[in-house]
């Protein structure tokens, strides 16, 4: 007589019902958590080697040149005698050449 849909659910191992989780967990880690996790690297390590003269732009849309860095904060200048301070966190990238500002 063939088993029923019960019996043979409880034929297959423990294990076996942890399966599709473990496999979601690595479908997220490859998908997202570790591109994430590449893209903070590359950020941190842009942000550490800021210096001055490099051309930046702030999370907040604010172009400028780098003219002091310190631990936590950059000093840019953003126009002709105008120098702001912002968190380097707030640095989220070089320009590119075709981004100079005309001022």
């Known amino acids: 007589m063939p088993a029923s ?4 659910a409880q034929q297959l ?7 599709p989780s473990a496999f979601i967990l690595v479908i997220f880690y490859l998908i997202m958590w570790r591109p994430q996790q590449k893209e903070q690297a590359r950020h941190r390590e842009m942000v550490d ?11 907040g849309g604010l ?9 936590t904060t950059v000093g840019l200048r953003v126009a002709e005698k105008v120098k702001v301070e912002v968190a380097k966190s707030a640095v989220v990238g070089l320009q590119s050449g075709s981004e100079q500002s005309s001022s």
């Open 5 to 8: 849909g019960s019996q043979a």
């Open 13 to 19: 191992p423990s294990w076996w019902f942890l399966a």
């Open 49 to 59: 080697s800021l210096k001055a003269g490099d051309k930046v732009i702030t999370t």
């Open 63 to 71: 172009y400028g040149t780098v003219v002091d860095v310190h631990a």
